[in-house]
Nanobody, 125 residues
Framework: VQLQASGGGLVQAGGSRRLSCAAS????????MAWFRQAPGQEREFVAA????????VHADSVKGRFTISRDSDKNTVYLQMNSLKPEDTAVYYC???????????????????WGQGTLVTVSS
């Protein structure tokens, strides 16, 4: 069972980037999926999460109105569209999944049993 994150890179402030997280197992179509990020020297923090049905997306206050989480169940993929990027958005972004069948969205790291390898997003000023 793997989560493969991709889409990171260097982007100028004000620009956009879309991250993808592909799940290797279709059981994740029944999982709450989330994105977290970790900046150098800081704790990993919640960014956004979405239910297995694609409804009820939740976003951290720091990204609300700029980032949007979505999922394509047919492709077994979750996306994070990031607009109006700021230098403080620079971090390694991780996708994560709760165990299949659990429907509650949580913002805490320990609620997520499965993690991708992370993809680095660098926003230059």
């Amino acid at each position: 069972v793997q989560l493969q994150a991709s889409g990171g890179g260097l982007v100028q402030a004000g620009g956009s980037r879309r991250l993808s997280c592909a799940a290797s197992d279709r059981t994740f179509s029944r999982s709450v999926m989330a994105w977290f990020r970790q900046a150098p020297g800081q704790e990993r923090e919640f960014v956004a999460a979405i239910s297995w049905s694609g409804g009820s997306p939740v976003h951290a206050d720091s990204v609300k109105g700029r980032f949007t989480i979505s999922r394509d169940s047919d492709k077994n993929t979750v996306y994070l569209q990031m607009n109006s990027l700021k230098p403080e958005d620079t971090a390694v972004y991780y996708c994560a999944a709760r165990s299949p069948g659990i429907t509650v969205i949580h913002r805490t790291k320990r609620s997520y049993a499965y993690w991708g390898q992370g993809t680095l997003v660098t926003v230059s000023s």
